[in-house]
């Protein structure tokens, strides 16, 4: 008996104690907030998607403070928000480049060769994980639309020829769709890069284009006529380089012989131009 209440008064006397201590370090090491964190987080959307580049809005609200940030980063505001926020605090808005989401694929059910027709887990990280879909493009789109499920801000919708399309005006460059993408098509980039590459087939020649008649076959011509050191290939794919190359003109585009590299011009989609060609048809069904 007597051990049990020792027991008992040692677990209460360390309680004691520690709560002490916690009240003590409150007392003496406490931070005061700047009272206009709350009213600065109260004008952000809330939204908390990381388009800014900080975990959340009371991050990034603490940033505005610290003067690290520009109210314009916020790319979810609508801009009379931004200025409101920027006479609160007294500093310049400042200018953000709208940046938007960019599918590099372009092969929907018209253009990917459909070697099965896929039934199985309604999901393209699924079907990435247990079999690769039904197409024989391994690299493409799947089509299942988890990038439309994932985006929270309504931008992403699939077309009829099973491709994601990005409405500009929606988009807030948060990243979901990128992380949700398991083959890693969607990229971020600033709407004045218009040139764009809608392929990943990392092969060349009529092995690319036998999977996918828009895939690239590795020509060579658009490095050509792209201006100096702003197209080069990796992978048997072009890679457009802004920052090392000059400036982007169309006529990087115009002898591509299967499009695979597009001129998208502000406020169209390439992504929502599928082109007239037959659909393939499946040689079989693929049970996952």
């Keep these: 008996m007597n051990s049990i209440l020792l027991a008992a008064a040692t677990l209460a006397g360390l309680g004691f104690f520690f709560a002490a201590l916690l009240a003590v370090a409150h007392r003496f090491l406490h931070v005061e907030e700047d009272p206009r964190l709350d009213e600065i987080e109260a004008r952000l959307p809330g939204s908390n998607c990381g388009a800014c580049g900080s975990p959340g809005c009371r991050a990034f609200a603490e940033r505005l403070l610290a003067g690290k940030a520009a109210p314009s980063q916020c790319t979810v505001s609508a801009e009379e928000a931004t200025q409101d926020i920027a006479e609160f605090l007294g500093v310049d808005a400042g200018v953000m480049e709208k940046r938007v989401a960019r599918l590099h694929c372009a092969g929907g059910r018209a253009q990917a060769l459909q070697i099965a027709e896929y039934e199985g887990m309604d999901s393209c990280r699924g079907a990435h994980v247990l079999g690769g879909g039904g197409k024989g493009c391994s690299w493409g789109c799947l089509g299942l639309a988890d990038c439309e499920v994932a985006c929270d801000f309504d931008a992403i919708r699939m077309n009829s020829n099973g491709l994601p399309v990005v409405d500009i005006d929606k988009c807030t460059a948060c990243g979901d769709c990128v992380d949700a993408c398991p083959r890693d098509l969607f990229e971020i980039a600033p709407l004045s890069h218009a040139l764009l590459v809608q392929c990943k087939i990392p092969l060349a020649g009529e092995l690319a284009r036998s999977l996918c008649s828009v895939a690239c076959d590795g020509c060579t011509r658009c490095v050509q006529d792209a201006a100096a050191g702003l197209v080069h290939m990796e992978n048997d794919l072009p890679v457009v380089d802004y ?46």
Excluded: H, K, L
């Design 243 to 288: 920052a090392a190359g000059g400036p982007a003109r169309p006529e990087a585009t115009f002898r591509c012989p299967t499009g695979a590299i597009r001129w998208v011009p502000f406020g169209q989609f390439a992504e929502d131009e599928p082109e007239p060609v037959v659909v393939r048809q499946a040689r079989g069904r693929f049970y996952v």
